[in-house]
């Protein structure tokens, strides 16, 4: 396998689903270093956004953008077993991941990526839709929010989560995407505590809470990663 491209502070990764110039700086502004993936390094550039790398299968990265970037900042993998998002995860590393892009108009793409999100759940990844902040939240979690931040969660199988902060309390529910979910929650103001029991539980927040959820997530604990080729 390729070495993989490290960063000390955060990598910003962006996917060719569309995203803005909004969202594209408020995710650099955590994560500093900007990685294209296939076509998002062609959405990058159209915003002015230069990645320090490409990577992905290449089957939309404009002929212009290769040219733009040179042949020493590619990483070309053609496996059409994994998506581009997968591909990405495996490539870098850094305490925190955001990504911007993964999650456009198409709801393939966006089902993918959650389940991309499900695949790794040893990693520090918040997506940001434009809409919401998605990430699988991590073993235990303590953020600060102010009162009525709508706080959602969406299990992805059966799954309890213990809560604390919450309008509605979560800890004698048994959550299950066939049954019981927990969208349109909201903090009742400071901190919010979630203990889920299992690598099972998406975490929607709004975008305006993504420096306290990207300082709540670096001094979180991560879920044990998972056993490869079984």
Known sequence: MARAFAK??????V?????????LSRALSIAPSLVGVDGGTDAALALGF???LALGDFDSISEAARATLGPDRLRHDP???????DKALALTRAPLILG?????????????????????PDRRVIL??????????????????AAGTRVSLYPLAPVRCGSRGLQWPTD???????????????????????????????????PGTLAPLSAALRAAPTWPAPARGQ
């Open 8 to 13: 000390p502070l955060g990598i910003t990764l």
């Open 15 to 23: 996917g060719g689903g569309g995203t803005d110039a909004a969202s």
């Open 50 to 52: 230069t990645p320090e």
């Open 79 to 85: 496996d059409q077993e994994t998506t581009d998002f």
């Open 100 to 120: 911007v892009g993964f999650t456009g108009g198409r709801l393939d793409h966006t089902l993918a990526a959650m389940s991309t999100l499900a695949q790794n």
């Open 128 to 145: 940001d839709t434009g809409h919401d902040l998605v990430l699988l939240c991590p073993p235990h979690l303590v953020l600060d929010l």
């Open 172 to 206: 004698p529910l048994s959550f299950d995407p066939l049954g019981r979910i927990g969208t349109s929650n909201a903090a009742t103001g400071g901190p919010v505590t979630l203990t889920p029991s299992a690598p099972r539980m998406l975490l929607l927040l709004p």
